[in-house]
């Protein structure tokens, strides 16, 4: 008998899977780990989900998500062809790879080809090397400046790590896990300078001031990707998508499950498309916890990074960002801490409500009191 792991491909054998963030079952532990809205989703969109759920569940939804298209496309000022709904954006990352980059052949050494590159700024949302990495194609990973913020295209061009022909470029805008933010004409300078697909990666554009959504009606190989998860508390529902040129959202199509978003998800979506003004008092409440959050922290000593998002990216005052996560857990408040070199001096903390902020901000001052 062979042994079972010899029967995997060599692609699949090397992989290193994505680790999500801890979704743990421990009571009245506050999470402020992966990013979710402390908000639940509007009263009429669980009205909604609730009307639906009965026999009609052994009906296969609307294959492409026509009404949840619909909905956006009168939002967005563009037509439902320009639109594709995915099992949450991450679906649509991934169906991008698929789509628009070429797998290297295991036995052909030498410099990776244009046509196989997935270019990424690091740091920057970690799934992306991994669904690269999935297809065969080639994460490119190229570093932001100290600060965070963009290279230029000048910059870029004098590094040498950047290909301006890499069959994909992802840039999460704004950012995670740095929280910051990227001036719309800084992106478009990016995209003209770009001869492969961009996708605009905007899960957290309903927290930011600026939003780039324009540069992907106005750039033929340009795709910004949304997501009803962060901003619009449904991440349960997993439902993202993207939008952009007409044949590039085709190819999409083509390569997506058939009933790729399900009924339940396509029901919440579009009921959350009816009831828009509900979420714009919780961004609104979101920002000003965020700013409140990050006037206290500093206060406290710690460094924390300007944001344009639902979270924060932070240095302690003291000790290191692993101990912190392990004394703030103890409290019963679990954030996010990353291991890699740029990260492990830092915490990202997802802001929560104003009553999460404050149960955050008395564990710090406990745990700093006690040293
Ligand atoms: C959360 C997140 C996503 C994925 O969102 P889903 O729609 O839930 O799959 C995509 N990009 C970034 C940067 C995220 O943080």
Redesign the pocket.
């Known amino acids: 008998m062979p042994r079972p792991a010899s029967l995997l491909r060599p692609l699949v054998h090397r992989l290193h899977a994505y680790t999500p963030g801890e979704q743990p079952k421990v009571k009245g532990l506050i999470k402020l780990n992966t990013?979710e809205n402390p908000y639940p989703p509007s009263p009429k969109v669980l009205a909604a989900v609730r009307a639906a759920v009965d026999g009609r569940l052994r009906l296969y939804p609307n294959p492409s998500a026509e009404a949840v298209r619909d909905a956006l496309a009168r939002h967005h000022g563009c037509s439902p062809d320009q639109i594709i709904v995915g099992n949450?954006?991450?679906?649509l990352?991934a169906l991008a790879v698929r789509t628009f980059t070429e797998p290297v052949s295991e036995d052909a050494p030498g410099p990776v080809p244009s046509r196989s590159k997935v270019h990424f700024f690091s740091p920057?949302?970690s799934?992306y090397p991994v669904l690269a990495d999935t297809h065969g194609a080639v994460p490119q990973p190229v570093p932001l400046k100290p600060d965070y913020s963009l290279p230029s295209v000048a910059e870029l061009k004098r590094g040498k790590l950047w290909d301006f022909k890499a069959a994909l470029t992802l840039v999460?805008t704004p950012n995670?896990p740095s929280g910051r933010g990227y001036p719309t004409a800084e992106l478009d300078a990016l995209c003209r300078a770009q001869k492969g697909v961009v996708v605009l990666?905007e899960?957290?554009v309903d927290f930011a001031e600026e939003n780039a959504f324009e540069l992907a009606l106005r750039h033929p190989h340009v795709l910004v990707?949304r997501?009803?998860?962060?901003a619009y508390s449904l991440?349960f529902q997993?439902?993202?998508y993207f939008v952009g040129n007409v044949e590039l959202i085709a190819g999409l199509h083509k390569m997506r499950d058939s009933y790729n978003v399900n009924g339940l998800g396509q029901i919440a979506a579009a009921a959350t498309m009816q009831d828009l003004a509900y979420y714009r008092r919780n961004f609104a409440r979101i920002k000003a916890t965020r700013e409140q959050l990050r006037r206290e922290l500093t206060g406290l000593g710690w460094e924390v990074l300007p944001s344009q998002t639902n979270f924060l990216l932070t240095r302690p005052a003291q000790g290191t960002a692993e101990a912190w996560l392990a004394a703030l857990r103890k409290r019963k408040l679990l954030v996010r801490w990353f291991s890699s070199p740029g990260l492990r001096d830092w915490l990202r903390i997802t802001v929560g409500t104003e009553a999460e902020a404050s149960a955050l901000l008395r564990a710090v001052r406990a745990i700093q009191r006690a040293g």
């Open positions: 990013n949450g954006s991450d679906e990352l920057s949302y799934l999460t995670a990666d899960a957290y990707s997501t009803f998860s962060k991440c997993r439902v993202g």
